[in-house]
Nanobody, 120 residues
Framework: QVQLVESGGGLVQPGGSLRLSCVAT????????MGWYRQFPKKQRELVAA???????IYADSVKGRFTIAKDTATNTWYLQMNTLKPEDTAVYYC??????????????WGQGTQVTVTS
């Protein structure tokens, strides 16, 4: 059974930094793409950053230059380094991955979500 486990959320002051981590566990054959999304109250989940199968990086315009997505393929872990945080970054952050297991084809998986609150 595949699980995505997130960590690293919390409370931070404007201008501060946080690093989110997501580790995929289970009978994973290959991770094709990974990313981070966030959801504001009563809003749809939106893409923050992603590494698609091409290996490029994609960022939402609102976080370009402040957030960085990175991966550690050896440990099935990816990160979201968030710098110069703003109150409008306050949201629940979710990691996601498109991966295949040894038993099944490619499926999308989601983490449980972690709260990031930026406030003075």
């Amino acid at each position: 059974q595949v699980q995505l486990v997130e960590s690293g959320g919390g409370l931070v002051q404007p201008g501060g930094s946080l690093r989110l981590s997501c580790v995929a566990t289970g009978s994973i054959f290959k991770i094709y793409a990974m990313g981070w999304y966030r959801q504001f109250p009563k809003k749809q989940r939106e893409l923050v950053a992603a590494i698609p199968s091409s290996g490029d990086t994609i960022y939402a315009d609102s976080v370009k230059g402040r957030f960085t997505i990175a991966k550690d393929t050896a440990t099935n872990t990816w990160y979201l380094q968030m710098n110069t945080l703003k109150p409008e970054d306050t949201a629940v952050y979710y990691c996601s991955a498109a991966l295949s297991t040894h038993q099944a084809g490619t499926t999308d998986y989601w983490g449980q979500g972690t709260q990031v609150t930026v406030t003075s």
